[in-house]
């Protein structure tokens, strides 16, 4: 079983940046790619990036690529989302996933998810 807790999130301008952060907990090593996902009001949960357990491996979505960034600490079981150059359309609810079974970029690969946290960017 893999915990996770997301913190970070919160009000910005558009144009302003945010830090997002995910903590795992296991009972073995986090060993696995971890992604972060997104899911706006009314609509799908929409891939947003992904990490290798290296970190020599990263894929972004084409909506937040140069503007967004993920990276990993593996000693502190922790993966992060540097949010540059925000937009309104960015404002979602973020959630991180853990040890994908299949595709990385699909939400039906992950069974470990966190309960998310809220980012809304003001225009």
């Known amino acids: 079983q893999v915990h996770l807790v997301e913190s970070g999130g919160g009000l910005v301008q558009a144009g302003g940046s945010l830090r997002l952060s995910c903590a795992a907990s296991?009972?073995?090593?986090?060993?696995?790619?971890m992604g972060w996902f997104r899911q706006a009001p009314g609509k799908e949960r929409e891939f947003v990036a992904v990490?290798?357990?290296?970190?020599?491996?990263?894929c972004y979505a084409d909506s937040v690529k140069g503007r967004f960034t993920i990276s990993r600490r593996n000693a502190k079981k922790t993966v992060y989302l540097q949010m540059n150059a925000l937009k309104p359309e960015d404002t979602a609810v973020y959630l991180c996933?853990?040890?994908?079974?299949?595709?990385?970029?699909?939400?039906?690969?992950?069974?470990?998810w966190g309960q998310g946290t809220q980012v809304t960017v003001s225009s």
């Open positions: 990490i290798s357990w290296t970190g020599e491996t990263t």
């Open positions: 296991a009972r073995t090593d986090t060993t696995y790619p």
């Open positions: 996933a853990a040890d994908p079974d299949g595709i990385w970029d699909r939400v039906e690969s992950y069974d470990y």
